[in-house]
């Protein structure tokens, strides 16, 4: 079995008003990109059993890690991004030619900040994907 550590995991937003790719993965710790499917209750009558049948595709993609006061750390990318339609590109095993990347735009729906009394300062994203992942290998 060939395993990966999740330190090279990347993950890119690319701002939707200048174009500009913000590598936000060095400032992560935490990240899960799902994809679903949804379902479509088709039971008719005479049936002891419930049928469903698969729908249409669906996911959600969050991160989250150590707040950065920087200007390109993600207080200052991520929170003004909030309720806009973004891309991003997710390299769960980093970055190069050959290696496995998504591609998907999302709204992003929540940035969050948390302040415990004895510890470091915290962000969180939560986004909605929107239409297809691509889903193809990197070409650099």
Known sequence: MATVHSKRTVIIVVHPDTGVEYEIGQFAQDSN???????????????????????????????????????????????????????????????????PQDYFEAVVTKYVETAPFAGYRTWALETQPSDDWITDPQTT
């Open 33 to 99: 990109c799902e994809q679903s499917s949804g379902t479509e209750e088709n039971t008719t009558y005479g049936k002891n059993s419930q049928v469903f049948d698969p729908t249409l595709y669906t996911g959600a993609f969050g991160c989250s890690g150590k707040y950065d006061s920087s200007t390109t750390g993600p207080r200052a990318i991520l929170k003004p991004l909030r309720g806009r339609k973004v891309w991003f590109k997710y390299r769960p095993e980093g970055s190069g030619a050959g290696l």
